[in-house]
């Protein structure tokens, strides 16, 4: 009987933490959060509060609940070396140590890494540690794009016609990017539809799942600014309405390259996620980043579809066996809609802003999946943070029927919150391959 640690207390987790559970292997879930999350605690044998830079309680943790391995769900404790340090206690580890992190972590290392080994995938891009030459960078480029080196919670990143219009104004921002960062990324500007390829990797073998599309504006009809992600969908035959098997097959091909390139680079094998965010233009799928651990929203799509046992899945990534296990998901599609706090996403010193400690009602939610993520459970009842509050997740034998059931769901919740509608319908879903097909066409009359 497998004693696993979860590490991580968001809904991401929460859908790791069914799948632990929901193994055949009987396995004891032991559950190291920053803050309690109800849903995970129900699921798990042992919880320890604590902080995710705090290497000797996790340690501390791991030992007294005698873990025989982990699992690491967010970011901040990759970066900060938890997995070395488990290994260092004799805890084997889903997810990688903080060199191999660095894809993430690092723009400036996996734009180099892809570089150095010829691996398809990068836009025009320069790493700089100073202001030296990058005026003149910019002329080359049609399209400006901003990237501080270092983990920046999915919100550093800025691209001209969002978040700036001149080069005089992205250099203004580069000055004040070199304050608080050591080096910075400038990229051209990519056009095209973005989705996400979360893949299981051994070292050896790269898996993928179903690729998923998120949102990441706060507003209906892609407005208002980015966030952590308020939803996505997946599709029953594991494509997207604009994306073909061709294109998962070179987001695919990009990643196994990049897990053998580490390899050949660290000379240790990558064991996590690989979470590819690509985009597919008019030529071709570009790299628009890496993230070393599953997506949160993105979790919540493809792990309640995967009906190979979640337990074995982790010993194969483990010992090296990927290639040896029958790795396979319900055709099923998928709609996640994140129950937010009104003021989510807005500036602090918007009247809207999150109100902190505002009480939630749950009714019944008919057939939907539901993950906590920041939610506390009182005495009284079910309080939000000032973060995502629930994933609510549809799923059926396609997009309308899915978006319907996590809709439902999304109503019985009641409450000082707001979602967006619009994830999975139909008018959105037609917009994106509007979209592509105009950049297609576009380019082609060029
Ligand atoms: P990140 O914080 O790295 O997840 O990036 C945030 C968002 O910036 C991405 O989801 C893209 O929408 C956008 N982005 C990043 N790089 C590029 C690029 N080279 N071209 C266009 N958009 C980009
Ligand atoms: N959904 C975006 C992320 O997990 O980074």
Redesign the pocket.
Same mark, same amino acid.
């Given at each position: 009987m497998a004693h696993v640690l979860l590490i991580g207390n968001g809904a991401r987790e929460h859908a790791i933490a069914e799948a632990i559970a929901g193994s055949q292997r009987s396995p004891r879930l032991y559950a190291f959060m920053k803050t309690n999350n109800p849903g995970i605690a129900s699921l798990a044998e042992g919880t320890r509060i604590g902080r995710y830079n705090d290497l000797e309680s996790i340690i501390a943790f791991a030992k007294e609940a005698k873990i025989d391995f982990a699992v690491v769900g967010p970011e901040d404790p990759l970066g900060h070396g938890v997995v070395d340090a488990l290994l260092a206690a004799g805890v084997p580890a889903v997810g990688p140590t903080k060199a191999l992190a660095r894809l993430e972590t690092s723009?400036s290392f996996t734009r180099n890494l892809l570089e150095k080994y010829r691996i398809p995938g990068n836009?025009c891009?320069r790493n700089f540690t100073s202001l030296d030459g990058i005026e003149a960078f910019f002329e080359g480029l049609t399209?400006i794009?901003l =990237?501080p080196d270092g983990l920046?919670g999915?919100?550093?990143?800025l691209?001209q016609g969002?978040h700036f219009e001149t080069p005089a104004e992205a250099l203004d921002h580069c000055r004040a990017i070199f304050k608080d960062h050591p080096g910075l990324t400038v990229?051209?500007?990519?056009?095209?539809e973005?989705f996400s390829l979360q893949c299981f990797s051994d070292g050896r073998t790269v898996v993928a799942t179903p690729p998923v599309q998120?949102h990441?504006r706060r507003f209906a009809g892609d407005r208002g600014p980015?966030t952590g992600g308020m939803g996505s969908y997946s599709c029953a035959d594991h494509l997207l309405p604009f994306l073909d098997a061709d294109a998962v097959s070179q987001g695919l091909e990009i990643t196994r390259k990049v897990a053998a390139a580490i390899r050949e680079e660290t000379g240790v094998p990558y064991r996590g996620i690989m979470y590819g965010?690509f985009?597919i233009t008019a030529s071709g799928v =570009?790299l628009?980043?890496y993230?070393a651990r599953l997506g949160d929203p993105e979790a919540m799509n493809i792990l309640p579809l995967l009906k190979t046992d979640f337990i074995d899945l982790c010993q194969a990534i483990l010992s090296g066996g990927l290639d040896r296990l029958d790795i396979a998901f319900d055709r099923k599609a998928t709609v996640c809609k994140y129950v937010v706090p009104k003021g989510y996403g807005l500036p602090a010193d918007h009247p809207e802003a999150a109100s902190t400690s505002s009480r939630i009602e749950i009714g019944p939610v008919q057939g939907a999946r539901l993950y906590y993520s920041s939610i506390d459970r009182r005495s009284d009842g079910l309080y939000m943070t000032s973060s995502r509050a629930i994933g609510v997740v549809g799923i059926a034998a396609d997009l309308p029927e899915a978006e319907r059931i996590a809709e439902r769901a999304v109503s019985a919740i009641r409450g000082p919150v707001d979602h967006r509608p619009d994830i999975g319908t139909e008018p959105l879903v037609r917009r994106r391959v509007d979209h592509m097909r105009q950049i297609k066409a576009n380019t082609s009359h060029k």
């Amino acid at each position: 009987m497998a004693h696993v640690l979860l590490i991580g207390n968001g809904a991401r987790e929460h859908a790791i933490a069914e799948a632990i559970a929901g193994s055949q292997r009987s396995p004891r879930l032991y559950a190291f959060m920053k803050t309690n999350n109800p849903g995970i605690a129900s699921l798990a044998e042992g919880t320890r509060i604590g902080r995710y830079n705090d290497l000797e309680s996790i340690i501390a943790f791991a030992k007294e609940a005698k873990i025989d391995f982990a699992v690491v769900g967010p970011e901040d404790p990759l970066g900060h070396g938890v997995v070395d340090a488990l290994l260092a206690a004799g805890v084997p580890a889903v997810g990688p140590t903080k060199a191999l992190a660095r894809l993430e972590t690092s723009k400036s290392f996996t734009r180099n890494l892809l570089e150095k080994y010829r691996i398809p995938g990068n836009p025009c891009f320069r790493n700089f540690t100073s202001l030296d030459g990058i005026e003149a960078f910019f002329e080359g480029l049609t399209g400006i794009v901003l =990237k501080p080196d270092g983990l920046t919670g999915g919100k550093g990143v800025l691209v001209q016609g969002d978040h700036f219009e001149t080069p005089a104004e992205a250099l203004d921002h580069c000055r004040a990017i070199f304050k608080d960062h050591p080096g910075l990324t400038v990229e051209e500007k990519l056009e095209g539809e973005e989705f996400s390829l979360q893949c299981f990797s051994d070292g050896r073998t790269v898996v993928a799942t179903p690729p998923v599309q998120d949102h990441k504006r706060r507003f209906a009809g892609d407005r208002g600014p980015n966030t952590g992600g308020m939803g996505s969908y997946s599709c029953a035959d594991h494509l997207l309405p604009f994306l073909d098997a061709d294109a998962v097959s070179q987001g695919l091909e990009i990643t196994r390259k990049v897990a053998a390139a580490i390899r050949e680079e660290t000379g240790v094998p990558y064991r996590g996620i690989m979470y590819g965010g690509f985009m597919i233009t008019a030529s071709g799928v =570009k790299l628009i980043e890496y993230n070393a651990r599953l997506g949160d929203p993105e979790a919540m799509n493809i792990l309640p579809l995967l009906k190979t046992d979640f337990i074995d899945l982790c010993q194969a990534i483990l010992s090296g066996g990927l290639d040896r296990l029958d790795i396979a998901f319900d055709r099923k599609a998928t709609v996640c809609k994140y129950v937010v706090p009104k003021g989510y996403g807005l500036p602090a010193d918007h009247p809207e802003a999150a109100s902190t400690s505002s009480r939630i009602e749950i009714g019944p939610v008919q057939g939907a999946r539901l993950y906590y993520s920041s939610i506390d459970r009182r005495s009284d009842g079910l309080y939000m943070t000032s973060s995502r509050a629930i994933g609510v997740v549809g799923i059926a034998a396609d997009l309308p029927e899915a978006e319907r059931i996590a809709e439902r769901a999304v109503s019985a919740i009641r409450g000082p919150v707001d979602h967006r509608p619009d994830i999975g319908t139909e008018p959105l879903v037609r917009r994106r391959v509007d979209h592509m097909r105009q950049i297609k066409a576009n380019t082609s009359h060029k």
